[in-house]
């Protein structure tokens, strides 16, 4: 995947599998991963979260996928290898694993983006006001914003327990 093309874009686009650098400006796997310590950013979601592969950062350095999840501002161990995650995202496991964070409407919401946008939501989903998102602001915001927004509310609402920060794309930090 990662040779052979600039990324994957699931369901309407809400999920973008990095491959190599493409021109539709996702970042590729190389420029995603340029600050990462212990992990590999394979994916990112239209809210900010984010799929790694624990390269150590994580504890066990397995290459299990873990996702940053955008209303908890924690990483979660999903328990699956790269291909097995892949396979899942493509094969409908997507559905039921973001049906929580979707709005009515969210197909067209999310089509109209960029690739190098993502859904910024107030208030955040992390808080208990913005638990769900179809009665919540969502405005476009460039990715990059989002992970900046995720990595710094993870580490003032979790300090030592937020878990290795989000790498920032190359060339954004």
């Known amino acids: 995947m990662i ?16 491959g190599g650098k493409g021109d539709d400006g996702l970042p590729g796997i190389e420029e995603a991963n340029r600050a990462a310590v212990g992990l590999m950013v394979v994916a990112y979601d239209i809210l900010g979260g984010v799929f790694a592969l624990d390269g150590g950062a994580f504890g ?6 873990h996702y940053f999840a955008p209303d908890t501002l924690r990483w979660d161990n999903l328990e699956l290898g790269h291909s097995d995650f892949a396979e899942a995202m493509f094969s409908g496991l997507i559905t039921a694993f973001y049906e929580p964070l979707r709005w009515p409407g969210w197909e067209q919401e999310v089509a109209r983006l ?3 946008e993502g859904i910024a939501v107030y208030p955040f989903l992390f808080s208990e006001e913005g638990s769900n998102p ?40």
Not at 5 to 14: C, Y
């Open 134 to 173: 179809a009665t919540s602001q969502r405005s476009p915001v460039t990715l990059t914003e989002l992970l900046y927004a995720n990595n710094a509310a993870a580490q003032q609402l979790n300090g030592p327990n937020a878990g290795p920060a989000i790498p920032l794309p190359a060339g954004t930090e």
């Open 60 to 65: 066990a350095g397995d290459g299990s996928v």
């Open 3 to 18: 040779e052979n093309t600039s990324g994957i874009e699931l369901d309407h686009s809400w999920l973008r599998l990095l």
């Open 114 to 116: 960029a690739p190098t």
